[in-house]
């Protein structure tokens, strides 16, 4: 498709256990990004790739996430050892790089993680 | 470090009457803001950007916000609400990072239009 794809849409958990979230970004974009949207606390970024590296993991908010992406095109976001603490919709957003980015974001629809 | 924030969690008005959701900024430099909106169970969609130029910006569905470098605020506006604009609205500020850029939202403002 054309826009940000990510899957799964849902998905349900037990705690202790660790998830897998999948983003395909829109083609040609090089700039990956990920957030984390809590009831009640807004849109918190995780981190961001450039190509493959990941220049800003500034948010990521303990050593149990962890997230890569290969060939430049789709990144995993993955959760070790799930807390009902994690329980969040986990946004992906990709942009063009460069000089032609002035920083607009296109969103995927979310994957929606519960821990019980 | 560079943040927005939106002082009202709600808003409410009613149909055909005017609204504003509210937005400040703190940046150094020349600011880079945005707006988006996030329908139920969906992920965020863009509103409109300021990058530079003039200080109204217009934008989907209607919508325009106005940059006010005096104030540090980018108020989103609308001449007349409907029901369908009933939605979470997320203010943005763009910050550079590690040679790219990334965007700092606000914790959003929930929009009701009521019949």
């Known amino acids: 498709g054309a826009g940000v794809s990510q899957s799964p849409s849902n998905k349900v958990t037990e705690k202790g256990k660790d998830v897998e979230l999948r983003c395909d970004p829109i083609s040609g974009h090089t700039a990956l990004y990920w957030y984390r949207q809590s009831l009640g606390q807004g849109l918190e970024f995780l981190i961001y790739f450039q190509g493959n590296s990941a220049p800003d993991k500034s948010g990521l908010p303990s050593d149990r996430f962890s997230a890569e992406r290969t060939g430049g095109s789709v990144s995993t976001l993955t959760i070790q050892r799930t807390q009902q603490e994690d329980s969040a919709v986990y946004l992906c957003a990709s942009s063009l790089f460069g000089a032609v980015n002035t920083g607009e974001l296109f969103f995927g629809e979310g994957s929606r993680l519960t821990v019980l | 470090a560079q943040s927005v924030a939106q002082p009202e969690d709600q808003v409410n008005v009613a149909e055909g009457n005017p609204l504003t959701v509210k937005c400040t900024y703190s940046v150094s430099g020349n600011p880079y803001l945005f707006w988006y909106v996030q329908y139920p169970n969906r992920g965020l969609q863009f509103l409109l950007k300021?990058?530079?130029?003039?200080?109204l910006v217009k934008g989907s569905y209607g919508f325009e916000a106005e940059f006010n470098k005096s104030q540090t605020s980018f108020h989103l506006k609308k001449p007349s609400a409907l029901v369908s604009d009933s939605a979470l609205y997320f203010c943005a500020v763009r910050v550079l990072t590690g040679g790219g850029n990334k965007l700092t939202f606000g914790t959003g403002t929930q929009l009701k239009v009521e019949l």
């Open positions: 300021y990058i530079t130029g003039d200080n």
